[in-house]
């Protein structure tokens, strides 16, 4: 039987409120319902999908990104997004696939999880 979507991504932090505050700051991801599990976290919700599920814990692994390279979204904006990123000191590469096609910036979260943004191609970076 085929699987019919991606439910959600899972990201391990030591610090819930920055990780919260990145994602919801910088994409528009809000908190919501979340089960009463044992362990400190919060589900991020994009509409009414709990997308992003963050857990709680003392300290991070020395290696961070295990098996998974990236999470991806699909974004609109991609100027306002590049001057969001400018002024709060975060890098980022903004690739564009060959042939025209659509644009795609990449960057870390506070916790070095590497997040892609998907831009329609007829988007115009921002100058310069």
């Keep these: 039987m085929p699987v019919s979507g991606m439910n959600h991504f899972t990201i391990i932090t030591d610090d819930v409120p920055a990780t919260e505050a990145f994602y919801g700051e910088l994409l528009g991801l809000r908190?919501?319902?979340?089960?009463?599990?044992?362990?400190?976290?919060?589900?991020?919700?994009?509409?009414?999908?709990?997308?992003?599920?963050?857990?709680?814990?003392?300290?991070?692994?020395?290696?961070?990104?295990?098996?998974?390279d990236h999470l991806a979204f699909t974004a609109s904006g991609l100027a306002g997004y590049q001057a969001?990123?400018?002024?709060r000191g975060i890098a980022y590469d903004l690739r564009r696939l060959p042939g025209g096609g659509q644009w795609q910036m990449f960057f870390h979260d506070p916790n070095g999880a590497r997040v892609e943004l998907d831009f329609d191609a007829a988007e115009t970076p921002k100058a310069g």
């Design 31 to 68: 908190p919501g319902w979340r089960p009463a599990f044992a362990f400190p976290g919060l589900w991020l919700y994009c509409g009414d999908v709990p997308i992003l599920h963050v857990v709680g814990r003392d300290s991070l692994p020395e290696q961070r990104t295990g098996v998974i």
């Design 84 to 87: 969001d990123l400018e002024a």
